[in-house]
């Protein structure tokens, strides 16, 4: 596609369940980071992914968090028991190989509020 | 681990001032992004610095990078409301990850 796409762009869930955020890159890009924001904060690495394979997730927070990208394509973010301190933006990127001479493109982001 | 400070934290300027905003950052970086955060939007990249000494300019803005002294800046000529936004250094760091410093949130005021 034309952009980095992300959904939903919302998400409202109850403390302790289980939600999943996608990521549909930019065609052919083949690295995909997810960064975390919270409010009034500058975006945090969670992960990325060269291709089809984890490269780096020490971003994770803990062993609630976990992504996967099974195709190298489409990327799913997936947040188990869910606490309200998992709200927050959570914002996509791709970049061509690793971004050797341009740059990553965002996606607009999924915003998640655990109630 | 790679650490930025961005300061100020929080800046209102008057139409037609500069102002400059400084991004520090701990340990060797290969580039440093400079991105733009509308309230609510994503970010849109703004300048990519390359190498020691570079500098680039798109309209009001201009970026430059000292690799020695790990710090970049983001120059303001002449503000106009349309700049106020919150803005966002992020040096790369290993496994081509960006590291984000708090952000600076400009207000532009008439």
């Known amino acids: 596609g034309a952009g980095v796409s992300q959904t939903p762009s919302n998400k409202v869930t109850e403390k302790g369940k289980y939600v999943e955020l996608r990521c549909d890159p930019i065609?052919?890009?083949?690295?995909l980071y997810w960064y975390r924001q919270s409010l009034g904060q500058g975006p945090e690495f969670l992960i990325y992914f060269q291709g089809t394979g984890a490269a780096d997730d020490s971003g994770l927070p803990n062993d609630r968090f976990f992504a996967v990208r099974p195709e190298g394509s489409v990327s799913t973010l997936k947040i188990q028991r869910t606490e309200r301190g998992d709200s927050a933006v959570y914002l996509c990127a791709s970049s061509p190989q690793t971004a050797s001479r341009g740059g990553y493109t965002f996606g607009s982001g999924t915003r998640l509020t655990v109630v | 681990e790679l650490k930025v400070e961005q300061n100020p934290l929080f800046l209102s300027m008057q139409e037609g001032k500069n102002y400059t905003i400084y991004c520090n950052y701990s340990?060797?970086?290969?580039?440093l992004y400079w991105y733009r955060q509308d309230p609510g939007k994503s970010l849109e990249s703004l300048f990519v610095?390359?190498?020691?000494?570079a500098v680039k300019q798109e309209g009001r803005l201009m970026a430059s990078l000292d690799t020695k002294a790990r710090l970049s800046t983001l120059h303001i000529t002449a503000a106009v409301h349309d700049l106020s936004a919150t803005y966002f250094c992020a040096p790369r760091g290993s496994n081509y990850k960006l590291t984000f410093g708090k952000g600076t949130l400009l207000t532009v005021n008439p």
């Open positions: 065609s052919g890009h083949t690295a």
């Open positions: 610095l390359l190498s020691n000494g």
């Open positions: 340990t060797t970086s290969d580039r």
